[in-house]
């Protein structure tokens, strides 16, 4: 039996996507990556914003069609959107399978049923499932970088957004399972090993019966760097009101631990990041900063921004404008507000930015920002970086490209050189996005 399967949305997802496989590899499915082969189409969804959500219906009504072509083909929604939609979703003539984030382990008697009843339906969230015990089958076996799952869900309640209902309370992976899951790693060749968690400043293991001290993030890196110093650890995402110095003190030990954090702030207004329920202030998130770049000189900072949020005024905007001026970051992630249904923001207060504004907004945002991600390239060239070789550049076979540490990626001339292999790169030139760079050792 053949599965396919779509992935939307965060990294998160990637890896819950690997979860899924193992799991139906158990029940006897291997992974194809044609439609056309397929006896079970599977798509893995985001609800952030619209758009994820209005891209996947698209992809729905292609489901549909190899349905109509090849009898007992089983289409089912996974993800965010699964657990968003519920029954919903059943509505669509293309599905005949909802599964939420929590509900994997079902899918093999959620198929069974399916083929004997017809529609099924799974959105139960759990307070511990954590699929600690499975071994993701990973979407690239012959790759480089890999990510690990070391907790699921979110305790924040950010007013815009649908995580938390999506995904559930916070809970953390037990260290063992991630411990044996990075050693696999490092056995099967992988080079590179991102901890992924929504906020994985507030990971904490507290063990099973109440005799263990309890385990922060901080003494977590630090066990994984350990493991083999020769593969680069990196994380995502971490929370400015959680971020703590002890993580800082460990990157700064640990050479294989990548100088990134990515580090989302939303905006620059106080006045909003209240409204957000972010819980920090400008001054603290820049007091971070501060702290970041005291502790680990050179560190790359990137960050998240939303504009055209609930109420966001001119003065509002100039100031997230500011903020992104004053850091300036590596690199961000920008995106219009996008009201999502049963959030705090989508109840009690008005989505009343005109959608031309919210558009105007970002597009000086990101001019700004891309300009200061030009100056950032900039100071790079005719500097030297250590980069790990993940795969040949889109645009010619003869080139290859990989990041630095500081996550930048440069492209080069292979030279003999394969992906997995770490080199020193000179910068010659830049644009925004890339480091134009020659193999120098
Ligand atoms: N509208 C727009 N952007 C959002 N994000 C989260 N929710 C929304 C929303 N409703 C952004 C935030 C977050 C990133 C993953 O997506 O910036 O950090
Ligand atoms: Fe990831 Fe959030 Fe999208 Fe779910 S809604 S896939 S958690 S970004």
Redesign the pocket.
Known sequence: MKVYIETYG?QMNVGDSEVVLAILRQVGYSRCEEISRADLILVNTCS??ENAEQRVFGRLDVFRQEKLRRKGVIVGVLGCMAERLKEKLLENKAVDLVAGPDSYRQLPKLIAAVRLEGKQIDTLLSHEETYADISPVRMDAEGVTAFISIMRGCNNV?S????PYVRGAERSRDPQSILREARELIAAGYREITLLGQNVDSYCWKGTDGTQAPLSFAALLEQVALLDTSVRIRFA?SHPKDMKDDVLYTMARHANICKHIHL?V?SGSDAQLLLMNRKYTRETYLERIAKIREILPGCAITT???VG?CEESEEDYEKTLSLVEEVGFDGA?M??????PG?K?SRTMPDNIAPEVKTARLNRLIELQNHNALQSNQACVGQTFEVLIEGTSKRSEAQLFGRTGTNKTCVFPAEGHHPGETVTVRVLSCTSATLISEIVK
């Open positions: 965060c952030i914003r950010c815009y957004c649908i995580v995402t989302p939303q998240d921004i939303i949020f992630f995106f219009q507000y996008s009201e999502r959030t923001a």
